[in-house]
């Protein structure tokens, strides 16, 4: 049962892909509203020319002037720390999508966000080498002392990575609460 779900799950992911909206979202559609959302998402202005496509199977235009007008009222929303500062905390989001004017003021909650997120998949990545290559080791039946020691001596060395990314993500987290409680954020 579990498994139709997840193959149900995928394929609408793969259709959400190509098509943004179904005819018959086409058919019902607020502009405006729609705009709105996409605004506030954080989507490119492009997602317009997305949309058209999807609707065009459907023989439908899309009012560009409702559209445009919620899309700039999305953005006003989106378009400010705690939001572009929630959205970094989960890997998403952009300035880029900003007015040209807010973008620099913006910027330092995406990168501070994505810095501390590297920095945590960084670690994930050390201590994934050092299990593997871990279990290698002590799993491996027929090596040689040379290769032994080899491994030994690799291990030491991704202990030295793994605590050095550990004080990279205690770093980032450190800024990210920094950045928190100096702009109030959540």
Known sequence: MKSVGL?????????SACATLSPEQCQ???????????????????RLAQHQKSC??????P??????????????????PQTIFSKAMQGLGSVSVC??????????????????LTA???LERAEDRYDRLSSNLYFSNNISREQYLY??????????????????????????????QQYQLD
């Open 120 to 122: 945590v998949d960084e």
């Open 151 to 180: 491994y030994r001596q690799q291990l030491r060395f991704l202990r030295m990575d793994i605590l050095d990314a550990r004080t990279e993500v205690q770093m980032r987290a450190n800024d990210v609460r920094r950045l928190k």
């Open 28 to 46: 019902q559609a607020d502009w405006q509203h729609i705009g709105t959302v996409d605004g506030g998402n954080g989507y490119a202005a492009t």
């Open 63 to 80: 009012d560009v002037d409702a559209y445009q007008h919620g899309y700039q009222l999305g953005l006003e929303q989106y378009c400010q």
């Open 7 to 15: 193959f149900t799950l995928s394929v609408c992911m793969l259709l």
């Open 99 to 116: 007015p040209n004017d807010l973008q620099a003021e913006l910027r330092p909650f995406k990168q501070v966000p994505a810095a501390y």
């Open 56 to 61: 065009q199977k459907a023989g439908i235009v």
